[in-house]
């Protein structure tokens, strides 16, 4: 195998000089190091859901990484070498390991992925010992290694969403079954203690004791969670309470059931209602880019996620000079914050160069103090990739740290309109 996980600690030794035990001198910290293990081509593969539950919500990561590989080589590669994609299925725990297998044989140094926490941590040993780093766009991981990433938004930040948005509320909290398992702790966390909390199901048309449970909760606003792949169940859903005789303009809708439902239900009946979104706002230009991709595409969730981890991936193998996976991980986290502020790949570039040869970028301004090494390329706290999903800092633990969300209201079309960004 042409890569090892090994990290290697360099411990600077100084000579003490006159030196007594009233006035000793500073002891230097430590320099975490990685072992260089690369062969000089970025390799990344992905494991999207492309045949299980989540399967709705892959084309749109699928395309993210392919343009982002586009832009990346159209701006020179890694080192002046193309970057290599190679998609594979990642379902559950067992085909997400057959094709990490399959995908360490093609040399892969990344791989971006998996789309749900329990094959991210399934998959997390196994990646590890083949040294090999995981940024999944989609789902946090529960006990990350040093080479588990997520430029996912957790949670939180759909929570904090929900608490601007309807503060001082009684909630009730309906989610489709087997998603947003994390998402009643989070409100909790944020302040907001569902009153009730229910689920609805695969192909389930008959919510009459769902809706008993709400009028004996007596919720002022309902919030509602849905996947991409439950459309039909929430729209009978939706068309339930509001026969039922529950305002639209008490709903909260969230992940996939935040959208424009047009005709799908009745004239009027959304509006008022409050959207929440995790992340930043979809770039139409971006959206525009997927759907070229892909034509067939029905929705551009995650799409910009899996963007940004293929190039942080990137911009951390420039930071390091070695495509090796723990070199990648050892500077994603320079790559994600602490620097200049830098939106795409190439400009990223620009910035590096423009430090090495000691000049600043004309458009840029450091966001923090700035590193006095004169090592070459450039080094930690540099660049402050800022992506299509937003600030893309990530956190000690390699999960995404900043807590974004978008506000959304709907109108008399049912129609959605952003109403703040932050």
């Avoid at 009643?184 to 048309?205: M, R, S, V």
């Avoid at 004791?209 to 439950?230: F, K, M, N, Y």
Wanted: a negative charge; proline letters at 6%.
């Amino acid at each position: 195998m042409k890569r090892s996980g090994t990290l290697l600690l360099v411990a600077v030794s100084v000579a003490l000089s006159g030196c007594t035990a009233l006035n000793p001198a500073p002891a230097p910290t430590p320099t975490v190091t990685v072992a260089p293990s690369g062969d000089g081509v970025l390799r990344i593969g992905t494991l999207f859901d492309l045949r299980g539950p989540l399967r709705a919500q892959s084309p749109a990561q699928v395309a993210g990484a392919e343009i982002a590989v586009r832009d990346i080589n159209r701006a020179g590669g890694f080192g002046g070498a193309p970057v290599e994609l190679f998609h594979r299925d990642g379902s559950d725990p067992e085909a997400a390991a057959a094709s990490f297998a399959a995908l360490v044989e093609k040399g892969v140094d990344v791989v971006i992925g998996p789309s749900s926490s329990a094959v991210a941590d399934a998959l997390s040993p196994i990646a590890a010992e083949a040294g090999v780093t995981l940024i999944s766009p989609t789902a946090a991981f529960s006990d990350p290694g040093t080479l588990d990433f997520s430029t996912a938004q957790s949670p939180a930040a759909l929570a904090a969403g929900v608490v601007a948005a309807r503060p001082d509320t009684v909630a009730a909290l309906i989610t489709f079954e087997g998603s947003a398992a994390d998402l009643g702790g989070a409100l909790d966390a944020a302040g907001l203690t569902p009153a009730l909390t229910a689920t609805f199901a695969p192909d389930q048309t008959d919510f009459t004791r769902l809706i008993a449970e709400l009028s004996t909760a007596e919720a002022t606003s309902i919030i509602i969670s849905a996947p991409v792949e439950a459309g039909d169940e929430t729209t009978a859903l939706l068309t339930a309470l509001l026969a039922a005789d529950h305002e639209g303009s008490s709903f909260v809708l969230l992940d996939a059931a935040l959208r424009n439902w047009g005709s799908s239900v009745p004239d009027g009946s959304l509006e008022g209602a409050v959207g929440v979104a995790a992340g930043a706002a979809a770039d139409r230009v971006f959206v525009g880019q997927l759907r070229q991709s892909d034509p067939g595409l029905t929705s551009s969730m995650f799409g910009a996620e899996a963007y940004d981890a293929v190039v942080l991936a990137a911009i951390a193998a420039t930071l390091a000079q070695d495509d090796g996976g723990p070199s990648i991980a050892h500077d994603l986290r320079a790559a994600s914050s602490g620097g200049i502020p830098c939106a795409s790949f190439a400009e990223c570039l620009d910035v590096l160069a423009a430090v090495s040869s000691n000049t600043k970028p004309s458009s840029a301004e450091p966001s923090s103090t700035k590193s006095s090494s004169t090592e070459p390329w450039g080094i930690e706290g540099d660049v402050d990739y800022v992506g299509r999903s937003g600030r893309a800092d990530l956190a000690e633990s390699g999960n995404r740290a900043d807590l974004t969300f978008t506000t959304y209201t709907f109108d008399a079309a049912n129609k959605r309109e952003i109403v703040a960004e932050r």
